[in-house]
């Protein structure tokens, strides 16, 4: 079946725009991460959606990022006013519900801040 | 909270020696342990994983141990190849949601 699909591959805007990235999960995954991951880095964790419950946004850097996710569907990362900081792979990744599901990830969008 | 340590950060060895990289986690409450591979500019994918219930599982020349006691676990593998080259994560559930905490990565150079 289909894997976890993120949109758009690479990205690359002038500093102070907005961007926006896309995430499709596996279907049938209620749960639904972002991470980002900077050159040569690990995983840094950003926000984690489950179902329909509340978002756990502790990993979020500042309020310039901000996500949402349409139920089970589709997420959307949000930057706002990029800086150069923000240069990064940005993976998401889902999973069944429940404990101890491992996590599916997708190619990750590579994003550029001039 | 939960905490993941992972070493070497660097591992570099001779084609068709062994390698092992070593995490340790800090919640005895953690009870599941994936590891990942992450090869230079894709996605990191899931190579093995064990579950709290047991020690040891192994998938042709990887393979993980558990040392719940000590709150360490290890991924061998064996016999390593070209192909083996790539960064690894180790991960450990946290324990108040499903979510995984993760070590730092471990650089495998596989020398010819």
């Known amino acids: 079946g289909a894997g976890v699909s993120q949109s758009p591959s690479n990205k690359v805007t002038e500093k102070g725009k907005d961007v926006e990235l896309r995430c499709d999960p596996i279907?049938?995954?209620?749960?639904l991460y972002w991470y980002r991951q900077r050159l040569g880095q690990g995983l840094e964790f950003l926000i984690y959606?489950?179902?329909?419950?509340?978002?756990?946004k502790s990993g979020l850097p500042s309020d310039r990022f901000s996500a949402e996710r349409t139920g089970e569907s589709v997420s959307t990362l949000t930057i706002q006013r990029t800086q150069q900081e923000d240069s990064a792979v940005y993976l998401c990744a889902s999973s069944r519900q429940g404990f101890n599901q491992p996590q599916h990830f997708g190619d990750g969008t590579r994003l550029s801040i001039l | 909270g939960e905490n993941v340590e992972q070493h070497p950060s660097t591992l570099s060895v001779q084609e068709g020696d062994s390698a092992v990289i070593k995490c340790t986690y800090s919640d005895s409450a953690s009870n599941y342990f994936p590891w990942y591979k992450q090869e230079l500019g894709k996605r990191p994918q899931l190579i093995i994983d064990i579950r709290s219930n047991v020690g040891e599982k192994k998938d042709q020349r990887i393979a993980v141990t558990l040392n719940k006691t000590a709150k360490h676990f290890s991924l061998h593998i064996t016999e390593t190849q070209p192909e083996d080259s790539a960064v690894y994560f180790c991960?450990?559930?946290?324990?108040?949601?499903?979510?995984?905490?993760w070590g730092a990565g471990t650089k495998l150079i596989i020398k010819p």
């Open positions: 959606f489950q179902g329909n419950s509340a978002p756990d």
């Open positions: 279907s049938g995954h209620t749960a």
């Open positions: 991960a450990a559930s946290a324990v108040s949601n499903y979510q995984l905490i």
